[in-house]
């Protein structure tokens, strides 16, 4: 043990406080930067969950559209027409009827031969529209449903203050 009082070591307290307001530092500093990193991982959350429900909801359109034998509505944000056999049902000789609209609440949906009601299935929420527009053999937008040849869909789709917009042109084979 030491005699002499002034040879022993320790920390003053001005140190302590110094190293409390160093560490004090890094963390909210890191704080900031985690902070930072969740908010991207919520925003590209929400455009890998948004953007997967529209684009299928638009390959399904697509896929549908691609397969009239005949429109029967054709609107900015429905569309209704008849397919051979879309059911897969085995009767070919049968026409399926096929009516894509937006609701009011933002809700992209599916009614097959006027099943659920009328109301349908949501096939993608948070849609914004017009997301149809008709085209004849000119490439000129049209309202008269035997003149259709080509038809545009628009899919922009709305969470909180984020949006995304999938486009894609469908030429129906039987038309």
Do not use: C
Request: positive net charge.
């Amino acid at each position: 043990m030491p005699k002499n009082k002034k040879n022993i070591k320790g920390v003053t307290i001005i140190e302590l406080i110094m190293t409390i307001v160093i560490v004090g530092a890094l963390v909210g500093g890191s704080a900031m930067y985690i902070k930072e990193i969740i908010g991207l991982w919520h925003f590209l959350s929400f455009r890998s969950d948004v953007v997967s429900q529209a684009r299928g909801a638009l390959v399904r359109i697509s896929r549908e559209i691609r397969q009239a034998n005949s429109i029967n509505t054709a609107q900015s944000s429905r569309i209704n027409f008849s397919a051979a056999d879309l059911g897969a049902d085995d009767a070919d000789t049968l026409n399926d009827t096929v009516e894509f609209y937006l609701n009011n609440s933002n809700e992209l949906r599916r009614v097959f031969n006027n099943d659920n009601s009328g109301q349908g299935y949501v096939l993608a929420s948070g849609v914004s529209g017009p997301i149809f527009i008709y085209y004849d053999a000119g490439k000129a937008i049209t309202a008269q449903l035997d003149q259709i040849k080509m038809i545009s869909i628009t899919l922009t789709v709305n969470s909180g203050n984020q949006s995304k917009t999938l486009r894609t042109l469908v030429y129906p084979r039987n038309l």
